[in-house]
């Protein structure tokens, strides 16, 4: 099939890389404008717009999918399909409508559960133990359309969204692969998802990312590895953000006030509403990460002294 891919960040580039091997042709791609990024916020390409530049594909960047420049070209192109992976932007049904089969959306859920746009990040905050992805028939809904096939993934007790999503991304693009083979072979077919199950996925705020550390020690646990690396976890330590790395929560220690730090040779300890939890890697604004112990020590943390 003649293809546009649709896609914007580093996770789309596994599918993009399984399409171009594939023997579909591809014949353009469509990603997000360029975008401030850095200390100087230069103008930089995505991840995807910098994959096909590379290899001399043509790329769209329209500001939003309704634009009619970007609808005329599409036209032109004439694509069977336009595959999607985290594109980012909402598509109008005047442009669903352009390719002869429609836009096919790999999601890095099991639909219906987790629709919107960090469904890895809410699977791990929520404490599931499996998760997986869906290649689905997009329309004006958000992530409603019938899906042609999925696969699972266990969650593994420490893995960050960005683990997971990792795993998925590399997995799923052969699924996507698979059945972009059986629509041009007349084989595929698609089922409505069913109504029960339904949960959403909103992409999680700076708010999200803040610690509670009067949260249980699991809780804590899951929403440091849920925003870890993006938006990253956050605390204050005397009036000063810090950004976490994933922690560990460990029994048979003495327990501590929520927040309270207690810094110790080999470790540093945290306490939550429940057991303690050990400090992994420490971010302080403007500084490189390092370990808990060595920041604890450049810190000369105070006994009694709390994240907040």
């Not at 096919?104 to 992805?133: K, Y």
């Not at 899906?147 to 969650?155: D, K, S």
Request: aromatic share 4%.
């Amino acid at each position: 099939m003649r293809l546009v891919f649709a896609g914007t960040p580093e996770v789309a580039v596994p599918s993009l890389e399984a399409i171009a091997a594939s023997g579909h042709d591809l014949v353009a791609v469509v990603t997000r404008p360029d975008a401030p990024a850095g200390r100087g916020r230069r103008l930089v390409r995505s991840p995807v717009g910098a994959w096909a530049d590379e290899r001399g594909i043509e790329v769209l960047t329209p500001e939003k999918p309704r634009d009619p420049e970007f609808q005329e070209r599409l036209r032109q192109i004439a694509p069977d399909c336009v595959p999607v992976v985290a594109y980012g932007a909402l598509v109008p049904p005047s442009a669903l409508e352009i390719p002869a089969r429609g836009w096919l959306n790999l999601h890095f859920s099991l639909l219906p559960a987790w629709r919107g746009a960090a469904p890895v990040q809410h699977a791990v905050l929520h404490g599931d133990s499996v998760t997986g992805a869906s290649v689905f028939e997009l329309e004006a809904g958000l992530d409603t359309g019938p899906v042609y096939g999925t696969l699972t993934e266990q969650i593994r007790f420490n893995d960050t969204s960005g683990d997971l999503l990792g795993r998925l991304a590399t997995e799923g693009a052969g699924l996507l692969v698979a059945v972009l083979d059986a629509i041009e072979a007349g084989t595929a077919r698609a089922h409505p998802q069913p109504h029960d199950g339904v949960s959403f996925a909103p992409k999680l705020t700076a708010d999200d990312a803040r610690i509670r550390w009067d949260d249980p020690a699991f809780a804590v646990d899951r929403r440091i590895r849920a925003c870890t690396p993006a938006p990253g976890a956050w605390t204050t330590l005397r009036g000063d953000r810090l950004k976490l790395g994933p922690v560990r929560p460990v029994a048979n220690v003495p327990s501590l006030p929520p927040g309270e730090l207690l810094v110790e040779r080999s470790q540093v300890l945290v306490g939550t509403a429940t057991t303690p939890v050990i400090l992994g890697e420490v971010r302080a604004a403007g500084k490189k990460p390092m370990a808990a112990t060595d920041w604890a020590r450049g810190t000369r943390i105070q006994a009694g002294e709390k994240l907040a």
